[in-house]
């Protein structure tokens, strides 16, 4: 599976960003998809998932009551709606589909800044 993330970019503290993924290739709903991030010097960390079904979510306790993931299996994309973003979520964004192995799109630059 192909991924391709956008919707990165600057933004004020205490505002809203929406990342996009969009996969192809694959069996969409084979996948448990996710976000994860990175900063410069530090290990990539989770921070979200959804299941095949989009019923069930999962958050990192740092965006927890913020960010909201969702996943369209007819379009066969993935969003995470961040909202009063912090400057400790500046980031490298990374989309990820899990189904055995782990799949990795190029990131996407979000920083939070004023």
């Known amino acids: 599976v192909q991924l391709q993330a956008s919707g990165g970019g600057l933004v004020q503290p205490g505002g809203s960003l929406r990342l996009s993924c969009a996969a192809s290739?694959?069996?969409?709903?084979?996948?448990?998809m996710g976000w994860f991030r990175q900063v410069p010097g530090k290990e990539r960390e989770f921070v979200a998932a959804v299941s095949w079904s989009g019923v069930n979510t999962y958050y990192a306790d740092s965006v927890k009551g913020r960010f909201t993931i969702s996943r369209d299996n007819a379009r066969n994309t993935v969003s995470l709606q961040m909202n009063s973003l912090l400057p400790a979520d500046t980031a490298v964004y990374y989309c990820n589909a899990k189904s055995g192995g782990d799949y990795w799109g190029k990131g996407t630059l979000v920083t939070v800044s004023s």
């Open positions: 290739g694959g069996a969409f709903t084979e996948y448990v």
